[in-house]
């Protein structure tokens, strides 16, 4: 299994060589949003960007991703070959998920590099240990937002196109739930960052900075991703049934 | 006349047919620009900051728009046809711009008056009455000369949205156009024209910025011109 997901992880990078000026205007634009944005802060806030954003970053394709992936299956009728095979439709979207991680990294650790030299990031105020459980728990927040956009996803058999809603959802997420700054002036983007992970992984980190106690907003980050994992199994299998019912594959 | 109601009527053709996505589209972008707004003024502190994101909202939506629309008709072949026609390429791409440029007015215009009911924020300029005209003007022609040039570097390399949008990431966060991040902005026209909108301040430089912006229209037009005929004799 790790044989397969590495081979295509390797295919997929080898891809990105094709469109390698892409890539580079793509990863500059980024970088000079972000060290814009968080440049004049100061140094705690700076920190706790910097982690933001890296989180940010792959939760946007986290987003995007299978939204993509199942609506190409849809135009190409390829996902009757999925119905056909052993594998579920959910397990094939967390395989090319996990690809999608590993390409992701390769893209982002020379524009994170980038990043913290020029923002002159202190990562001597984590201790050892502090910086796993963060690395956990970044991790866990990015498989959060992979499980939303696979329930997005599942719309997507309904609705055929998805992606200008989720780019919606991918701006609202860098500006208005706590990538940035703490945004809380209005009552429904208080609801809805209950649902994103990464308001509460800003309080983590924030939390770990300054010494607190983590238990409670570690544990938010765990109850958030086996709830958003178990949904998001069940609301595709139900979006699923409704797709073979009502014959919505003779429907493109 | 009769190339601005074509223009118009494809226009409302083009996103009626896709009506949800053209509106989910505009959502987004509202979405990033209130975002924006919040994140340039808690970190910068930037005088008359929703005038001159309008302006750059409309700057970058007519540009991207003309950009999206060559690449999309280089991928389905459509250029060929308009490369052949009566008319200009450039004539064409004239009926665009303004289509383009009224719908951004209508955009910004909509959001800035949603930020003024709201209380979010105050539409203010430090120009007196004689100088607005000025900055249109100079802004008028910064944006036609960025328009055409993108135009033809997408002809040249047939995909641009990548260098356009890191481009318009450039004008907005460093060139001064909205924020001077890194302290350049004297060097850049963008940010020449946008310091008119602080005050008098800068006003003995505009003679010079009139001239470097006409340079730099000429030398573009005429290369641009030299490429445009070659690629229509191919």
């Given at each position: ?72 299956e849809l135009i190409d009728r390829s996902i009757v070959n999925i119905f056909m095979s052993r594998t579920s439709l959910f397990k ?161 | ?234």
């Amino acid at each position: 299994m790790t044989r397969i997901l590495l081979n295509e992880s390797l295919r997929q990078i080898a891809e990105m060589k094709k469109y390698k000026f892409n890539l580079i205007f793509a990863n500059l634009s980024l970088l000079i949003l972000f060290y814009s944005l968080s440049s004049s802060f100061g140094t705690e806030n700076k920190l706790a960007n910097f982690f933001m954003l890296f989180s940010w970053y792959f939760a946007s394709h986290g987003l995007y991703i299978p939204a993509y992936i199942v609506e190409e299956e849809l135009i190409d009728r390829s996902i009757v070959n999925i119905f056909m095979s052993r594998t579920s439709l959910f397990k094939v979207l967390i395989f090319r998920s996990i690809v999608q991680v590993i390409t992701d990294l390769v893209k982002a650790v020379p524009l994170f590099g980038v990043l913290a030299i020029l923002l002159k990031i202190d990562l001597g105020l984590i201790s050892f240990s502090g910086f796993l459980g963060l690395t956990l728990y970044i991790c866990l927040s990015i498989a959060s937002a992979y499980l939303l956009g696979i329930m997005i996803s599942s719309l997507s058999m309904i609705f055929t196109r998805t992606n200008e809603f989720v780019s919606i959802l991918a701006n609202f997420t860098l500006f208005f739930s706590g990538t940035l700054f703490a945004y809380n002036s209005n009552i429904a983007v208080i609801i809805l960052n209950k649902i994103f992970p990464f308001h509460d992984l800003r309080t983590y980190i924030k939390q770990l900075v300054g010494g607190e106690s983590l238990a409670l907003s570690a544990s938010i980050i765990w109850i958030r991703f086996i709830g958003l994992a178990i949904i998001s199994y069940f609301f595709m299998k139900f979006m699923l049934s409704i797709y073979i019912k009502k014959e919505y594959m003779w429907k493109i | 006349m009769n190339l601005f109601r074509t223009e118009f009527t494809r226009f409302y053709l083009y996103n009626r047919r896709y009506l949800v996505n053209y509106i989910s589209g505009i959502i987004a972008e509202y979405v990033y620009i209130f975002g924006l707004h919040l994140a340039i003024s808690s970190a910068y502190q930037i005088p008359h900051l929703l005038f001159k994101l309008m302006m750059y909202w409309i700057f970058q939506s007519t540009v991207s728009n003309a950009v999206y629309a060559v690449e999309s008709e280089i991928r389905t072949d459509y250029i060929v046809g308009i490369l052949n026609q009566r008319l200009s390429l450039y004539h064409i791409y004239f009926g665009r711009a303004v289509v383009y440029i009224l719908e951004g007015l209508v955009k910004a215009g909509v959001f800035a008056l949603a930020m003024i009911f709201s209380g979010a924020a105050r539409l203010s300029t430090g120009m007196a009455a004689s100088q607005i005209p000025i900055y249109f003007a100079f802004f008028l022609g910064y944006l036609f000369i960025n328009y055409y040039a993108a135009i033809a570097l997408t002809l040249k390399f047939n995909r641009s949205a990548t260098f356009i949008s890191c481009y318009m990431m450039f004008l907005l966060f460093i060139s001064g156009m909205v924020v001077d991040a890194a302290g350049v902005k004297r060097f850049f026209l963008s940010g020449r024209i946008t310091s008119l909108v602080d005050g008098a301040a800068d006003c003995a430089n505009m003679p010079v910025t009139a001239i470097l912006t006409a340079l730099v229209g000429a030398v573009l037009f005429l290369y641009l011109r030299r490429k445009t005929l070659l690629l229509i004799d191919r």
